[in-house]
């Protein structure tokens, strides 16, 4: 019999989920106490943890790691008190490849468990920290990780946009003696000079026009644990020299202030661009690229591990269907063929982008090469349906169905699911517009812009 355990201080919560487990034929065990963490190990033959926020960071441990290390072949689902994208995926980069919102639902809880017990889910798709791959170089990956997390050594990651840096970056201070304190990440190329100069070394009140009140820098927000600075050949010369000094002295200065504040962090640098190219260019300061690359670490673009991508797509396929309600279960085999043989300039970030847009437009449980790639929608096989014995009437209604859906699909994209907007733009009334995407089964909340995070 399948075991579950659950890892929930809220009690009544937990016996509604035991009892909708039980119904579904799933042996169960439930936690309150950190206390009782103690005696779980590999041997107590949990194949789905499911564990509240509530329970993590508590007494010291961050239970979230301490479950993954002790009983590795579990699938991981966080119970969440309501739909929180942005937590949603801070917790899947840590290896939860579930979520499961309040007020459960027998059906919601079925789901969870087709989804997570899937059989293929244990040979197929080898989960690492929120990373997925089977492939030489992924496994490779895997053990520079776990080398790296052991020491304090300064790392640059350096990889094409997509590859997943922020992951390996999160990988090494979740396994590092660090964990227990902050991962802090910036971006630096999405910043002006001034804003990242203010977000890094902090500044103090009155130091600039704006500046209305003290504020500390990531440097000092993280110490004690990791600082991971993303797209690190962006910043000017100037935050390069304040930058090296931070490096070689842990010292900080705030801006508009002179006193020193000594920091402790491990620093993880990454980078899309050729530094040492730019370091001859003198683009980029010789001295912080020693200082920076102690430990150069390459994340592999998709192309080169495309036996991963099988098990990616379906990984992103179940959390999609999970997010967006949707009974999606399946990828059809031109669909996995066409995605193996694909070109992915934007890597695992633009194939997760494709697969998530397959499943918010797929009419059926299995997603189609015309789901996945919007120029052959309407082109497949057995979208129009057979002919034989159909009248020239019949067959037009059949190919305007397909481009109607096509239209009503692309028109709700452009507008991000506002239908009086899209009204407006297909000189339709709202009702009229309505009632035709009822008629394809059309949500248009599924279209909705998501908050960036």
């Known amino acids: 019999m399948t075991s579950a355990l659950i890892v929930d201080m809220d009690r009544r919560s937990s016996e509604t989920m035991r009892s909708m487990l039980e119904r579904a034929g799933v042996s169960v065990r439930a936690v309150y106490d950190p206390a009782e963490l103690g005696d779980i190990n590999a041997d107590s033959g949990f194949a789905l943890i499911l564990i509240s926020p509530s329970f993590l960071g508590v007494s010291g441990v961050d239970v979230l790691d301490y479950l993954r290390s002790v009983v590795p072949d579990a699938r991981l689902a966080v119970i969440m008190d309501c739909k929180d994208h942005g937590e949603e995926e801070n917790y899947r980069r840590r290896g939860a490849g579930f979520a499961l919102v309040k007020p459960f639902s027998q059906k919601s809880v079925d789901d969870l468990l087709k989804m997570a017990l899937a059989p293929n889910l244990g040979d197929e798709e080898t989960g690492f920290m929120g990373m997925i791959g089977k492939s030489p170089v992924m496994t ?24 997943g840096k922020e992951l390996i970056a999160s990988a090494i201070h979740h396994l590092s003696r660090r964990k227990q304190k902050r991962l802090v ?142 009974n999606v279960t399946a990828i059809s085999p031109s669909a996995m063929e066409w995605l193996i043989g694909r070109k992915w300039e934007g890597n695992v970030r633009e194939l997760e982008n494709v697969i998530e847009r397959g499943v918010v437009v797929a009419s059926s449980d299995t997603l189609t090469l015309e ?31 397909v481009y109607e859906k096509r239209y009503f699909t692309r028109l709700l994209e452009d507008c991000g699911g506002n239908v009086s907007l ?31 995070v």
């Open 140 to 163: 490779s990956l895997f053990a520079t990780i776990r080398s790296l997390a052991e020491t304090d050594a300064s790392v640059l990651i350096h990889g094409q946009t997509g590859v």
């Open 185 to 326: 990440t910036i971006n630096c190329g999405a910043l002006s000079e001034s804003l990242l100069e203010s977000e890094l070394f902090g500044h103090e009140r009155g130091a600039f026009t704006g500046a209305f009140r003290a504020k500390a820098g990531k440097f000092e927000y993280g110490n004690g644990g990791t600082v991971f600075l993303d797209e690190i050949g962006e910043i000017s010369p100037d935050v390069q020299i304040r930058l090296l000094k931070v490096i070689e002295s842990g010292e900080v200065e705030r801006l508009g202030s002179n006193r020193v504040i000594k920091t402790d962090t491990r620093m993880i640098f990454a980078t899309n661009r050729d530094l040492a190219e730019d370091v001859k260019n003198g683009r980029f300061r010789r001295d912080l690229y020693y200082r920076i690359n102690v430990i150069p670490v390459r994340a592999p673009a998709l192309t080169e591990r495309k036996e991963d991508i099988p098990a990616l797509a379906e990984h992103f396929m179940r959390i999609y269907a999970s997010r967006y309600e949707r």
């Open 371 to 401: 789901n996945l790639d919007p120029a052959r929608e309407g082109t497949g096989d057995g979208e129009v349906g057979p002919i034989s014995g159909v009248t020239y009437k019949e067959m037009v209604g059949q190919v305007m169905s």
């Open 422 to 452: 899209a009204a407006r733009k297909a000189e339709l009334d709202r009702k009229t517009l309505y009632g035709r995407l009822a008629d394809y089964g059309i949500d248009p909340s599924l279209f909705r812009k998501k908050p960036n």
